[in-house]
């Protein structure tokens, strides 16, 4: 499998959004979908590492495509408010290794 850059990724989304006359959701319902996806991201670690095991006639779902349909999501919110994803995760990133700099114990190297 060939490695993609969230700038390309962005792009895929957007290709194939841009394919249908409805675009787009507005960013309310792009929240509300993040929100579903993530609350079925939780369902799904919580069978695998918790104490809720499924039931016999639940759908054989997996944390890898629940992490999947929450970065589409996330790419169709970011498209949709022309927001540049590799520039907001440099922007956390510098803001994790400033201002966060020393709150976490380091691994001494050796």
Same mark, same amino acid.
């Given at each position: 499998?060939?490695?993609?850059?969230?700038? !390309?990724? !962005?792009?895929?989304?957007? !290709?194939?959004?841009?394919?249908? /006359?409805?675009?787009?959701?507005?960013?309310?319902?792009?929240?509300?979908?993040?929100?579903?996806?993530?609350?079925?991201?939780?369902?799904?670690?919580?069978?695998?590492?918790?104490?809720?095991?499924? /039931?016999?006639?639940?759908?054989?779902?997996?944390?890898?495509?629940?992490?999947?349909?929450?970065?589409?999501?996330?790419?169709?919110?970011?498209?949709?408010?022309?927001?540049?994803?590799?520039?907001?995760?440099? !922007?956390?990133?510098? /803001?994790?290794?400033?201002?966060?700099?020393?709150?976490?114990? /380091?691994?001494?190297?050796?």
């Amino acid at each position: 499998m060939t490695e993609k850059s969230l700038a !390309q990724i !962005q792009r895929e989304v957007d !290709q194939y959004i841009s394919q249908f /006359k409805e675009g787009y959701f507005s960013p309310l319902a792009l929240v509300a979908r993040l929100a579903e996806e993530v609350g079925e991201l939780a369902r799904e670690v919580n069978h695998s590492y918790g104490e809720k095991p499924k /039931k016999p006639d639940e759908a054989d779902n997996s944390i890898e495509m629940e992490l999947g349909d929450i970065l589409f999501i996330l790419n169709c919110f970011a498209n949709s408010l022309n927001i540049d994803l590799t520039k907001a995760h440099d !922007q956390v990133m510098n /803001k994790f290794n400033t201002r966060d700099a020393n709150r976490w114990t /380091k691994i001494e190297s050796e």
